[in-house]
């Protein structure tokens, strides 16, 4: 989709097994990187347009803070591109051995034993 052969947004994705790298602007560039360990759920958004040909958005909720919720926007292959964020970010953990914490709401207070 294009006027002239130009895409009607000038932002490119690259996913790896390490890293998701968003670069926007024509005339001024944007680049921000994420890694790929710090994305702690992912989201497939398909809208009936983008069903129709064939795209999707793909929503990464992220310990990044730049983007605590980056969006991979009208992209082919959404699904699979879906798949292995979700995949590659939990070998990821494993490999760095970090994990998420949730926190419930605990005050603090450990009960003491005697």
């Excluded at 699979?80 to 964020?85: G, M």
């Amino acid at each position: 989709m294009g006027i002239f052969g130009l895409p009607f947004t000038f932002t490119t994705y690259m996913v790896t097994e390490e890293l998701i790298t968003v670069e926007e602007g024509f005339i001024n560039k944007r680049e921000n990187d994420c890694y790929i360990y710090k994305v702690q759920d992912v989201e497939l958004i398909r809208t009936l347009g983008e069903r129709m040909f064939g795209l999707g958005t793909v929503k990464c909720y992220t310990g990044d803070t730049t983007n605590p919720e980056l969006y991979l926007t009208h992209i082919k292959n959404a699904k699979n591109i879906k798949n292995f964020i979700l995949e590659a970010s939990e070998k990821a953990r494993l490999k760095r051995r970090t994990m998420n914490m949730l926190d419930i709401g605990a005050d603090g207070d450990i009960p003491e034993e005697n």
